[in-house]
């Protein structure tokens, strides 16, 4: 901890966050109107956004080297966890992905198998960088993550496994990665699609077949087409805030969390949504500024797995809420209610504030 | 710093490039939909939470002239779920288990009331056999009560939360009351089950009136806008045929209207607007005297052989207003069939089926008027001076027109017969009196197109065809009831586009005695005797008299319509008159047996060769013939016109005077009794206080 440095803290990537972080809790605030089930919604969230900055800070506190040297033993509690919950874990939406702890905080393992990957392939890949163009060292990085890609994955928690491929593949990437080893992936994950596509539960290839042919089912496509109609009506400067007859009368479904994108630009229109957009942009350049000048490749790696999960859950949800992609069911990092996301947000949060304030 | 660097740019470089590219991607697309598309996605949210709900109005009664009901509005009862209100859980599964089991128990009580209902198991419904000529079609039954499987109610259920989740849903129909009660009281815990009362248009006339009254069915496809435009749901039903549909704007009402703004599961949130109440549709009364409508049906039944024809027509019409009386068509169908919806199968079988029972035959059916029409070649010769009260005209059995080409030659002449020939009969020197009560051919060959040998002039077919148009054939009468034929007056012109032939002197013959090419409806052939009887008044026929409001109220009152006044003097239609005296009560006159006792009738016979393929020639090699009788009553005061068409009939004196003897009957019988009993009919009433 020699050389930290609370001067070093980037204090404007905070302020977008807050910024961001209120922001959803008002809109959530909008969202669940009218719903007496989910009233105490905002307050929760506000609530956890309160507790994650403050475990951003004690993690921003903590030298990430320090997290280093954890790596083994965190990675092994984490699989015991994602085992453990295959087999008690409440079944939520068709994916056995939560645990009560203590019966008071919900936690969700596939949020601690993305920090757990990050630190193990990011620590791995760090050390054998020299040889990253061998295969052996490609293969073992690959072997590293496969054990907690496949507890994740045969869940089945389909949103989480191809966020731990991403995730992985650019902490491959940036840690030099031979252009003739991206091919030969790319490669083999096509070729390997028909026995994913197995793999799916029923509801997650519903999702995709209805983006690919909405007319298929209509009802599902029910909530895909109220979304876009959701964003298309909102015009210029949106029907104001709590004012969205998509959000307000209810026709989007599961308006505080996966079509949170679609209430915010109906109700605050292009003008809302983009200032949103801009500010979730601005975080992430923040984010890869810190990978870039981070001190060791191991910062480097961990801080752009962690950017990676933001940027493409970004993609994802603000892409599906416009009919760019299909429903995964991911949170809008920051926006989205939900408690566990945001604690696990603010912890990648304070390992980039950590990697930074300790950069050269 | 072992930080690999590429040629150009570092890979964290790449990863912001790629995240720019994606941003730029979303906030192209964001613009794409709220700019480039957003006034369409704009109107899909509106859509989406408004909706219109209209409440029906009830439709109009409508009445006979006594005020009798001939459609009115009932009742019938049935369960519906209401799916906005069916219990909805966040968990599909659970939330499906409980509709499941509201689904089932509707069901189970609704048969099991249904069972205890009706004793008696019943047996197959009899099925109405349509191969053989009926000319009463009766298939009307009680609607049979039908209950839909749960499988069905939940897929409709699912349906309609796509749409109108507020919108009931029926899946229990046509229960007796007594059951309906029953299940609501059994269903009342369940939440979204409903007992609804559904309107049902009901005609207690039935067959008797089916033709006047006609029936209602669901909005046609190809006219689902012309309705919208006018503010029916979607649901609605409209008239389809005669009055129902004739009067469909005054009989429906404007349904009353609330916007209001829904949410997904369809339950109001706000009000839009104000709301509008419904205004009932306006009741009709009518010209008809259903007593008189009953009485022309059994006579016209009594009276046809449905061996023989497949269809027939009566026709009384007030030769005072035009005001239409009765009017009956055979074969004929109970219109209740319809309240409940036909399938397109039992619809094409009802308006196939033989004699075409859907046809109202005496406004839709043409057929040759025969010696009716002889009455306009008798004005027309009597206006145009061709003849005088006074001409006297041989009329042996035939005749021989001369070739026009080669008049000298006896073995080119055409030979023109008269009936009476066939029983080696002639009529002999003839005036018109006479000539009209015997029916005589040859007489009104000659006013019509003259006779060469003799040097005797006709009216020409100009002149005829001029007439004839002036009494109204050819043309639609104007009856307020739709799917009325022309009929046909033949002219040269008409038959050079037609057929590509020259008009002949024969041509004019035959026309003269409503044979050849000239087609009629009875309707017409009614109209022309009420002219006649009225002194050259030609009304435009109607059936509706009068409307009011739900309040009974008058609201319009249909005086007579007085088409044309005939160019005719009043003492050739003097003339005319006398010799329709004489064919009822002349020793020689053609329908002498139809007198009756204490009325004089006056009327005319027509027997009309017509050619069907089906039927052919008889064994003497005669063609077959429809029997008409159209007369007046009484001769002095003319007050009804009845005409009796029978299809392939054979003799009109035969067939078609008695049946209009029995309606004549029946007409002085009822007014008899009515002026005795010093009462007045509704119509009356409506009369004296119209403006």
């Known amino acids: 901890m020699s050389n930290q440095n609370w001067r070093r803290f980037d204090w404007l990537l905070l302020l977008a966050i807050v910024m961001l972080s209120i922001f959803g809790v008002i809109m959530i605030n909008s969202a669940v109107q009218g719903d007496p089930e989910l009233a105490g919604f905002p307050k929760r969230q506000a609530f956890y956004l309160a507790v994650g900055l403050a475990l951003m800070f004690i993690t921003a506190a903590f030298d990430y080297h320090l997290l280093r040297t954890l790596t083994i033993p965190f990675y092994i509690f984490v699989l015991a966890l994602l085992a453990i919950v295959g087999a008690i874990g409440q079944s939520i939406f068709g994916a056995q992905s939560w645990i009560n702890f203590f019966g008071l905080f919900p936690i969700q393992p596939s949020e601690l198998a993305k920090v757990a990957l990050a630190l193990a392939l990011g620590s791995y890949l760090a050390t054998n960088q020299e040889h990253i163009g061998e295969l052996r060292v490609v293969l073992t990085g690959l072997i590293i993550i496969a054990p907690i890609f496949a507890l994740v994955a045969l869940q089945p928690d389909l949103g989480t496994a191809i966020v731990l491929a991403v995730e992985a593949a650019a902490i491959f990437f940036v840690a030099g990665l031979r252009i003739r080893y991206i091919i030969a992936g790319v490669v083999l994950a096509a070729l390997s699609a028909p026995l994913a596509w197995s793999m799916l539960a029923e509801h997650q290839r519903t999702r995709i077949l209805i983006f690919i042919d909405p007319t298929a089912n209509p009802d599902a496509y029910f909530n895909v087409k109220q979304a876009l109609v959701g964003v298309g009506s909102g015009g210029l400067l949106g029907k104001g805030y709590g004012q969205g007859t998509q959000s307000q009368l209810h026709f989007l479904r599961v308006r505080h969390t996966d079509f949170i994108f679609s209430v915010i630009a109906e109700e605050l229109g292009f003008v809302g949504a983009t200032l949103m957009l801009l500010t979730l942009f601005f975080i992430i350049w923040r984010l890869w500024r810190i990978a870039d000048g981070a001190a060791d490749p191991f910062g480097r790696l961990l801080v752009t797995g962690l950017t990676a999960i933001i940027l493409f859950q970004t993609l994802v949800v603000v892409g599906m809420n416009m009919g760019l992609l299909p429903v995964t069911g991911l949170p809008l990092p920051f926006v989205s209610y939900g408690g566990n996301a945001m604690l696990s947000l603010m912890i990648f949060i304070g390992l980039a504030q950590s990697v930074t304030m300790r950069r050269n | 710093m072992t930080t690999q660097r590429h040629a150009f740019f570092s890979r964290m470089w790449t990863l912001r490039i790629i995240t720019v590219i994606i941003f730029l991607i979303l906030v192209g697309q964001l613009a794409r939909l709220q700019f480039l598309q957003g006034v369409g996605f704009q109107k899909e949210a509106v859509v989406n939470r408004v909706r219109i709900v209209r409440k029906k109005a009830p439709r109009g009664v409508i009445y006979d002239r006594d005020g009798r009901i001939l459609a009115r509005n009932t009742a019938s009862y049935a369960i519906a779920i209401i799916p906005a209100e069916l219990p909805d859980d966040p968990d599909y599964e659970v939330s499906e288990q409980k509709r499941q089991a509201i689904y089932q128990a509707v069901y189970d009580i609704t048969h099991e009331k249904l069972a205890r209902h009706q004793d008696i198991p019943k047996g197959p419904t009899p099925t109405p056999d ?562």
């Open chain 2, 130 to 691: 349509l191969t053989e000529t009926h000319l009463i079609l009766d298939v009307s039954q009680p609607p049979e009560p039908t209950v839909l499987t749960v499988d069905a109610m939940a897929d409709l259920v699912a349906q309609r939360e796509l749409g109108s989740a507020f919108l009931p849903v029926i899946v229990a129909k046509n229960l007796p009351r007594e059951v309906a009660l029953q299940v609501q009281e059994e269903t009342y815990r369940l939440p979204g089950v409903q007992m609804q009362l559904i309107s049902r248009r009901e005609y207690p006339s039935g067959l008797y009136t089916s033709h006047i009254i006609g029936y209602m069915g669901p909005i046609p496809e190809e006219k689902e806008k012309d309705y919208a435009k006018k503010g029916y749901a979607p649901d609605a039903w409209v008239g389809w045929s005669d009055l129902e549909y004739q009067y469909e704007d005054e009989l429906h009402g404007q349904p009353g209207v609330r916007v209001i703004e829904v949410d997904v599961k369809g339950r109001e949130k706000n009000v839009v607007g104000e709301p509008t109440e419904p205004q009932p549709g306006h009741n009709l009364i009518l010209s008809l005297d259903l007593e008189l409508q009953k009485i022309m049906f059994d006579a016209l039944t009594a009276g046809v052989n449905p061996k023989r024809s497949n269809s027939a027509a009566a026709v009384a019409i007030d030769p005072r207003t035009g005001y239409v009386l009765g009017m009956v068509s055979l074969p004929t169908y109970d219109n209740n069939i319809f309240a409940d919806g036909v399938t397109p199968d039992e619809y094409k079988a009802l308006s196939e089926a033989p004699g075409f029972p859907l046809l109202d035959h005496a406004i839709s059916g043409i057929y040759p008027p025969g010696s009716t029409f002889k009455l306009v070649t008798a004005a027309a010769g009597l206006q145009e001076k061709v003849i005088t009260r006074k001409t006297i005209l041989n009329a042996p059995g035939i005749i021989y027109l001369p070739n026009r080409n080669f008049p000298d030659d006896p073995d080119l002449a055409q030979p023109f017969v008269c009936w009476i020939h066939k029983s080696g009969g002639e009529h002999g020197d003839i005036n018109v009196t006479a000539a009209i009560a015997e029916s005589c051919d040859i007489f009104f060959y000659k006013v019509g197109g003259g006779f060469p040998p003799t040097d005797f002039e006709g009216l020409g077919v100009q002149a005829l065809a001029d007439y004839a148009q002036l009494f109204g054939f050819g043309e639609h009468s104007g009856i307020d009831l739709p799917g009325e034929n022309p009929g046909l007056v033949p002219d040269p012109k008409w038959k050079r586009l037609a057929k590509g032939e020259r008009w002949v002197t024969g041509d004019t013959y035959n026309m003269a005695i409503g044979q050849g090419d000239v087609l009629a409806t009875p309707l017409q052939v009614s109209m022309m005797t009420a002219a006649v009887a009225n002194d050259g008044i030609l009304y435009q026929p109607q059936v509706v008299v009068a409307a009011t409001d739900y309040k009974n109220h008058l609201i319009k009152f249909n005086h007579p319509i007085v088409r044309r006044e005939i160019p005719v003097d009043s003492k050739n239609f003097d003339i005319v008159r006398e010799g329709m005296w004489m064919v009822v009560n002349w020793e020689y006159g053609t329908a002498k047996e139809v007198a009756l006792p204490d009325v004089e009738v006056a009327g005319k016979t027509g027997t009309a060769e017509f050619f069907d393929p089906e039927i052919g020639r008889d064994l003497a090699g005669n063609l077959p013939s429809h029997a008409w009788f159209t007369a007046y009553a009484p001769y002095d005061d003319p007050e009804i016109v009845v005409t009796v068409f029978v299809y392939n009939g054979g003799e009109g004196s035969m067939v078609a005077a008695p049946i209009a003897q029995e309606i004549l009957r029946g007409y002085f019988d009822i007014k008899a009794r009515d002026e005795a009993a010093g009462s007045h009919s509704l119509l009356d009433q409506l009369e004296a206080i119209a403006p």
